[in-house]
T-cell receptor, first 110, second 113 residues
Framework: EDQVTQSPEALRLQEGESSSLNCSYTVSGLRGLFWYRQDPGKGPEFLFTLYSAGEEKEKERLKATLTKKESFLHITAPKPEDSATYLCAVMGTNAGKSTFGDGTTLTVKP | DGGITQSPKYLFRKEGQNVTLSCEQNLNHDAMYWYRQDPGQGLRLIYYSQIVNDFQKGDIAEGYSVSREKKESFPLTVTSAQKNPTAFYLC????????????FGDGTRLSIL
């Protein structure tokens, strides 16, 4: 059974204070690891897909990396508008569905 | 613009009543999904469908039913058998093929009167 564990559950940063969110996973045959952003009362918004260990992707202040056991979402010099819940999900050999973690709620104070 | 539309945004259910949540997509995606999200938790899969007229149970299918008569539509019925239906329900779709990300609607919040 695929499993995803995200840490920390909540993270509070000052504006400009860089940090990382962790996503540890176990999956049978990784087909993709996904990062999403979710604002309160909204559906998740897709950020990145990573397919193999060593892969990295960037978008503005966010950078996602992948190893064989975990993924990190690095946030560089965050702004208050980066405040949201960040969800990690994996898709394994049962490529029809994804397994989600419980998310990390990020709050960035001005 | 293409996307996923969920309606209504808020829904109230009386005891013993079935309610149906609507999900429509115009992305021409083959696969569609229903998730339940409780406060402070991630998404749990209720049902998913990879092609028209076919669907599979997810991890928490008891007390729910779905249909997939059209590619664009995947309605979810919350039956009276679901004893704790209060939650945020999310519909998603994806292109066919491994490793494709999901596109989500903005959810329906269901509450018990």
């Amino acid at each position: 059974e695929d499993q995803v564990t995200q840490s920390p559950e909540a993270l509070r940063l000052q504006e400009g204070e860089s940090s990382s969110l962790n996503c540890s996973y176990t999956v049978s045959g990784l087909r993709g690891l996904f990062w999403y952003r979710q604002d309160p009362g909204k559906g998740p918004e897709f950020l990145f897909t990573l397919y193999s260990a060593g892969e990295e992707k960037e978008k503005e202040r966010l950078k996602a990396t992948l190893t064989k056991k975990e993924s990190f979402l690095h946030i560089t010099a965050p702004k208050p508008e980066d405040s949201a819940t960040y969800l990690c999900a994996v898709m394994g050999t049962n490529a029809g569905k994804s397994t989600f973690g419980d998310g990390t709620t990020l709050t960035v104070k001005p | 613009d293409g996307g996923i539309t969920q309606s209504p945004k808020y829904l109230f259910r009386k005891e013993g009543q079935n309610v149906t949540l609507s999900c429509e997509q115009n992305l021409n995606h083959d696969a569609m999904y229903w998730y339940r999200q409780d406060p402070g938790q991630g998404l749990r899969l209720i049902y998913y469908s990879q092609i028209v007229n076919d669907f599979q149970k997810g991890d928490i299918a008891e007390g729910y039913s779905v249909s997939r008569e059209k590619k664009e539509s995947f309605p979810l019925t919350v039956t009276s058998a679901q004893k704790n239906p209060t939650a945020f329900y999310l519909c998603a779709s994806t292109k066919q093929g491994a490793g494709q990300p999901q596109h989500f609607g903005d959810g329906t919040r269901l509450s018990i009167l």
